[in-house]
């Protein structure tokens, strides 16, 4: 029987790809936003996404956990289609994704950022607050102490109790990332998780992802034990990010965008080298060189 299993489970998509997405359409009244896209993440991998400005990176991330619905293609994660569950159902699955503006709430401090990311917690169900008080006050403290080994881990442990607000934009993209790791997650969609932020930050922020990519992290949460560790030993990313240095340092494999079409994919020496990718490029500065002739405007407005 075990080896039955065994035998059924290599031919699995999961054991190799862990994110399929195939035929995906989207349209914005008359622009084709994603136009007949598909893309391909291996477990275990850190894959990236990148093309020019309104390539359709973002609404390609939208599509994966159904922000927004498909106009056609299917998604499977997993090995299970997930295109008709909801964005919130999808996050229970473990396919987790961040902003390209980070969305943290500015009122409340770092820690309660931290734990309103924590899923199916007893506390959730009016019945459970009141008849399984005990459960309840046990799993809001472990989620205490989860998020506070999280925080520590990225330098963020002085800044706990301060208004997420008071964090500089680079710290809020750090906090955004620290918050996935509260839901237990397979994969990480990081949009543009670089921007914005200053070098040595940026460097700090290439290093967390390579260690949760290699479970590493994990090792210093005292209070797991070891079926804990094991669900949450090696993190998928997929990554959309404009610094090629970044894409370069960090990636397996790298897909790449144009007006909503896949153009090229392949490890990431071969896809800095493509002519088809720098014409994509130089062809997008170009017009927006000529924009910012005509308007007198400068910059990509996100
Ligand atoms: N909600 C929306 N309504 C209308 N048009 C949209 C919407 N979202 C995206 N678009 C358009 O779809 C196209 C793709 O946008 P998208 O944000 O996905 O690009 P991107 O590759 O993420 O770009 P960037 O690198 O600048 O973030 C653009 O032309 C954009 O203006
Ligand atoms: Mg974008």
Known sequence: MAEQFKQENQFKPENNVLLSANSLYKSFGGIKAVNNAK????????????????????????LLCNFIKPDQGEVIFDGEPIHQLNSHQIAQQGLIRTFQVARVLSRLSVLENMLLATQKQTGENFFNVWFKRKDFKLEEKKNKIR??????SVGLIEKAYDYAGALSGGQRKLLEMARTLMTNPKLILLDEPAAGVNPALIDEICEHIKNWNQGKIFDDIQDWNQDEKDENYGITFLIIEHNMDVIMSLCDHVWVLAEGTNLEDGNPEKVQSSEKVLEAYLGKNEEEERDDGDEGKVGDGK
């Open 39 to 62: 893309i391909e993440v291996k477990n275990r991998s850190i894959t990236g996404l990148i093309g020019p400005n309104g390539a359709g990176k973002t609404t390609l991330f939208n």
């Open 147 to 152: 998020a506070m080994s999280i925080l520590e």
